[in-house]
C-alpha cells in the first residue's frame, strides 16, 4: 500500500500545474517526475491527468485520487503534530508500579496531586511487594527501594533512604537495650524477608568498621506492616527504613537502637526503560516524584 509520501509528488504536480514547474519546486527533473506519474497510473490501472502542450487537466479518477490524498497527507500531518507535541505536552496513559505500603501511603497521594497538575495525563498505579519487570508488565515507571532488579533499566535517585533499629519501650524494659551489633544475638529480631536482603544478617558500619551479625528471632514475614505490628507489640526488634517510623519516634511507640551505628541505605528510585524519559509524560513524572518525595529518608 502506497504511503502519504509516495503521492505528494502527485499534489506538486496539480498545485503548480504542470509536470517542469513541479519538478523544479521539488529540486528534480522533469522526466524523473514523468516517470513517477506513468507508474503511479499503472499502478492504479487508470489515467489521472489528461495532458498535452499546452494544458493539463484532472480526469475524475484523477479529481478523487487528490481530494483523498490531501485528506489523507493532511490527516497524516495532523497526526505526526501530536506525536511530536507529546514531547512537550505530557498526554496519554502513564502506567506505574510501586511498593505495597509505600504506594498506599506516599506513592498514590504524589499521583493524585501529579494528575491535578497535568490533567491531560492518566495514571494506572499497580502496588505489589514482589516488583514486576517494567517491560514484561508494559510499565512506564517504577519506584523502588534498593538495587535495580532490571537490566537495561535506568534510575533517577529520588531521596536516600536511612534505615535503623527500632524496638517499642515495653521490648526493651524486659530484654534490656544492646550496646553494640553483637548483642543483638542474645535478642528476639523480627525479620522482614526480602529478595535483595541477605536472609538473616544484619550488616554494620560505624566509621572505618564494619560488622555482620547473624540475628535470630521467633517471628519473619514478607509483609513489611505485619514485622512493624509485631515490633509495637513489642515482640523484638525490626530493621526499618526511616520514611515511615518517624511517626513512631514522635509518640514513643519504638525506639531506636544502636543509633550509632550504619545500617545499608535502601535508596529510592523512580525506575524507568532507556530512552522513555525523552517523552513528555515522564519527564513530567519523574521531575514530580523527586519533589514530592525527596523527603522519604528523614525521621
Known sequence: MA?????????????????????RALGVSPPALSKRLAQLEERLGVQLLHRNTRAMN?????????????????????????????RFEPSGVLRVNAP????????????????????????????????YSLIEGG?????????????????????????????????LAEYGTPTCPKDLIQHQCIVVLRSDDTYGVWNFT?????ENVKIHGSLRCNDSEVALAWALEGQGILMRSAWDTGRYARTDELRIVLEDYALPNRDLYVVFPDG???????????????????????T
Open 3 to 23: 504511503q502519504p509520501a509516495d503521492s505528494s509528488f502527485f499534489l506538486a504536480i496539480v498545485k503548480h500545474g504542470s509536470i517542469s514547474a513541479a519538478a
Open 58 to 86: 484532472l480526469t475524475q479518477e484523477g479529481q478523487l485520487y487528490y481530494d483523498r490524498t490531501s485528506q489523507l497527507n493532511a490527516e497524516f500531518d495532523k497526526l505526526e503534530q501530536d506525536v511530536m507535541n507529546r
Open 100 to 131: 505495597l505500603n509505600f504506594g498506599r501511603v506516599r506513592a498514590a497521594p504524589m499521583i493524585s496531586a501529579f494528575v491535578r497538575a497535568y490533567p491531560k495525563l492518566e495514571v494506572e498505579l499497580i502496588l505489589s511487594d514482589h516488583p
Open 139 to 171: 510499565f512506564d515507571a517504577a519506584i523502588r527501594f534498593g538495587a535495580m532488579p532490571d537490566s537495561g533499566m535506568r534510575a533517577r535517585r529520588i531521596a536516600t533512604n536511612r534505615r535503623h533499629l527500632w524496638a517499642s519501650p515495653a521490648y
Open 206 to 210: 560505624r566509621g572505618d568498621i564494619m
Open 276 to 298: 522513555a524519559a525523552m517523552s513528555a509524560k515522564m519527564r513530567a513524572f519523574i521531575d514530580f516524584a523527586v519533589e514530592h518525595l525527596s523527603d522519604v529518608g528523614r
